[in-house]
C-alpha cells in the first residue's frame, strides 16, 4: 500500500519568507509525528498528533514554527520568517497508535534550503 | 535530558567482516530502544527493537542487538556484513510512557567495500 508521502521534496526559499510542508500519513494511522534532521545529524523530534491534537509540541524550536492537522490526517508544518539556520531535512512518520509499540513509517522527507 | 550517543560516525569494511556499532543512552528509567537504517535514497525503516524480556533481539536481515541495561547500551551487531548493509544506522530511544516520541543518536554511516 502507499506509505507516507511528503511535498514538496525540496524547497528552496529566501530568509524572511513563510514556507509550508506537508505530510500524507498512511491511510488510518492516528499517530502523526514530525522530525527535523539537520546534516550529519539524527532525526530531532519536533511535535506530534494523536488525531487532530498537538500531543506534545516540545520539540519545536521556536514560535516560528506551527503544525496543525485539522481533519486527522494530512499535517502542514508551518515556518514564519525563515532563518539560514532552519535549513534540515523534515521527516513525517505516522503510526497507528501512539506508544511506542506501534512501529513509526518515515515518509522520505522535504529537503528545506534557506539562502 | 534524554540523550543518545552513537559512538562511530563512519566504519568502513569489508564483505564477510564481522559489525558492531555502539549505542549509549541517558536515561534512568524504563526505555525502550530501536535501530533505524537509511539505505541510500531510501527512507528511514525500523531494523530492530527492543522493549522487554530476552536482551538478544533479531531484527531483519540477520542483525541483532544486546540491550545491557548496567551499561546503559544497545549495540547492533551482525556476524558478516554484505555490501547491501552499506547505509546509515541510527539508535533511538523512547522514554515515555503512551508516547512514541524518539531521541536519536547522530548516526552512523557504514561502508561495506565489495
Known amino acids: 500500500g502507499a506509505g507516507v508521502s511528503q511535498t514538496p521534496s525540496n524547497k528552496v526559499t529566501e530568509k524572511g519568507k513563510y514556507v509550508e510542508l506537508r505530510c500524507d500519513p498512511i491511510?488510518?494511522?492516528?499517530?502523526l509525528y514530525w522530525y527535523r534532521q539537520s546534516l550529519g545529524q539524527g532525526p530531532e523530534f519536533l511535535i506530534y498528533f494523536q488525531g487532530t491534537g498537538a500531543a506534545d509540541d516540545s520539540g519545536l524550536p521556536n514560535d516560528r514554527f506551527f503544525a496543525v492537522r485539522p481533519e486527522g490526517s494530512v499535517s502542514t508544518l508551518k515556518i514564519q520568517r525563515t532563518e539560514r539556520g532552519d535549513s534540515a531535512v523534515y521527516l513525517c512518520?505516522?503510526?497507528?497508535?501512539?506508544?511506542?509499540?506501534?512501529?513509526?513509517?518515515f515518509g522520505p522527507g522535504t529537503r528545506l534550503t534557506v539562502t | 535530558a534524554q540523550s543518545v550517543s552513537q559512538h562511530n560516525h563512519h566504519v568502513i569494511l569489508s564483505e564477510a567482516a564481522s559489525l558492531e556499532l555502539g549505542c549509549n543512552y541517558s536515561y534512568g528509567g524504563t526505555v525502550n530502544l530501536f535501530w533505524y537504517v537509511q539505505y541510500p535514497g531510501q527512507h528511514l525503516q525500523l531494523l530492530l527493537k527492543?522493549?522487554?524480556?530476552?536482551?538478544l533481539v533479531k531484527g531483519i536481515k540477520g542483525f541483532e542487538a544486546e540491550f545491557i541495561k548496567s551499561k546503559f547500551s544497545f549495540n547492533l551487531r551482525k556476524p558478516s556484513v554484505q555490501w547491501s548493509d552499506t547505509a546509515e544506522y541510527f539508535c533511538?530511544?523512547?522514554?515515555?510512557?503512551?508516547?512514541?516520541?524518539?531521541?536519536f543518536g547522530q548516526g552512523t554511516t557504514l561502508q561495506v567495500k565489495p
Open positions: 491511510s488510518g494511522h492516528t499517530a
Open positions: 527492543y522493549f522487554s524480556g530476552d536482551p
Open positions: 533511538a530511544v523512547n522514554a515515555q510512557e503512551n508516547t512514541g516520541k524518539l531521541i
Open positions: 512518520a505516522s503510526s497507528l497508535g501512539v506508544s511506542a509499540d506501534y512501529e513509526q513509517y
